[in-house]
Nanobody, 124 residues
Framework: QVQLVESGGGLVQTGGSLRLSCAAS????????MGWFRQAPGKKREFVAA????????YHADSVKGRFTISRDNAKNTVYLQMNSLKPEDTAVYYC?????????????????WGKGTLVTVSS
């Protein structure tokens, strides 16, 4: 059974930093891209970042470019999201996602696997 378990969320002040982690288990994830999405209260889920299997290609939403960085450790089947210079509008539940295609991940459509999410709250 595939499991994606996010961690690292919490309460932080504006301008602060958090590092999210997502550990994947239950199957081989070789050649799978990994990514992050978020959903703020009352809003649709939106793409945040994605990374290819090799880590050679990364994609970040315009709203987080220069502040968030996605990375991965294939030996640990884990993807990370380093979030710096956090703003109140970054407050959301952050979800990990895994799919063979980075293109699919950037759209959020028909993604193979989703985590249950971790809450990030940025206070003003």
């Amino acid at each position: 059974q595939v499991q994606l378990v996010e961690s690292g969320g919490g309460l932080v002040q504006t301008g602060g930093s958090l590092r999210l982690s997502c550990a994947a288990s239950g199957r081989t994830f070789r050649n799978y891209a990994m990514g992050w999405f978020r959903q703020a209260p009352g809003k649709k889920r939106e793409f945040v970042a994605a990374i290819s299997w090799s880590g050679g290609s990364t994609y970040h939403a315009d709203s987080v470019k220069g502040r968030f960085t996605i990375s991965r450790d294939n030996a640990k089947n884990t993807v990370y999201l380093q979030m710096n210079s956090l703003k109140p509008e970054d407050t959301a539940v952050y979800y990990c996602a895994v799919d063979p295609s980075t293109v699919v991940l950037t759209t959020g459509q028909a993604v193979d696997y989703w985590g249950k999410g971790t809450l990030v709250t940025v206070s003003s």
